[in-house]
């Protein structure tokens, strides 16, 4: 347990509508990441952050914009949200040192829009 | 960036040792090689990662072939629990730090 959370864990929203979703965390690591993920296609990167205001594009990243403004928080948002971003997203920290980075997950997040 | 490819599914019977493969022929030098596993519906779970030595942990083994194109990860003593999702990675260096990009990974059934 690394002290992940996730707020909301489940949201119903309507095409069009802006939603945000929190990750938290309580160990202070400087990464953080957001995934989604869907059936058949497994885990994909949406944005990542390293610092506090310092972000960069993933895989997936079009109609998502995030934010961090302190350590502990990383903030997800879907400006208008789309049938096409109903999904699972999973936030992580990573942890570790050097080279080398273990990554650990949160919750997840169950979001549908109709 | 340095991909990886694993089996789409694999069987184990309970109580014997599960071997998952994973090739990452472009892996470069410096970059480590993680195994995760996901249960059901959970987030991702680590489980372990190495550079080029064998690794052992409490959940399982690492080996690593010696030019690192290959690895596997060995489960000892495969329980039902252990029927997972698991994702062999290796970390992508990103703008600021190191991305992890995830791919399908091997869907293990253990079987009573």
């Known amino acids: 347990d690394a002290g992940i959370t996730q707020s909301p864990r489940h949201k119903v929203t309507e095409t069009g509508t802006p939603v945000t979703l929190r990750c938290h965390q309580t160990e202070n690591h400087r990464y953080m990441y957001w995934y989604r993920q869907d059936p058949g296609h497994g885990l994909r990167l949406i944005h990542y952050s390293y610092g506090v205001k310092d972000t960069d594009k993933g895989e997936v990243s079009d109609g998502y914009s995030v934010s961090r403004s302190k350590t502990e928080d990383f903030l997800l948002t879907l400006e208008s949200a789309t049938s096409s971003q109903t999904s699972v997203y999973f936030c992580?920290?990573?942890?570790?040192?050097?080279?080398?980075?273990?990554?650990?997950f949160g919750p997840g997040t169950r979001l549908t829009v109709t | 960036d340095a991909k990886t490819t694993q089996p789409t599914s694999m069987d184990c019977a309970e109580g014997r040792a599960a071997n998952l493969p994973c090739n990452h022929s472009t892996i470069s030098g410096n970059e480590y090689v993680y195994w995760y596993r996901q249960i059901h519906s959970q987030g991702p779970q680590y489980i372990i990662h190495?550079?080029?030595n064998n690794e052992t942990n409490e959940m399982a083994s690492l080996i690593i072939t010696e030019d690192r194109k290959s690895s596997t990860l060995i489960l000892p003593h495969a329980t039902l629990r252990d029927t997972a999702v698991y994702y062999c990675?290796?970390?992508?260096?990103?703008?600021?730090?190191?991305?992890?990009?995830f791919g399908a990974g091997t869907r293990l059934f253990v079987k009573a």
């Open positions: 990675i290796v970390r992508v260096e990103g703008t600021g730090g190191f991305k992890t990009i």
């Open positions: 190495g550079l080029k």
């Open positions: 992580a920290i990573s942890r570790g040192g050097g080279n080398s980075y273990e990554q650990y």
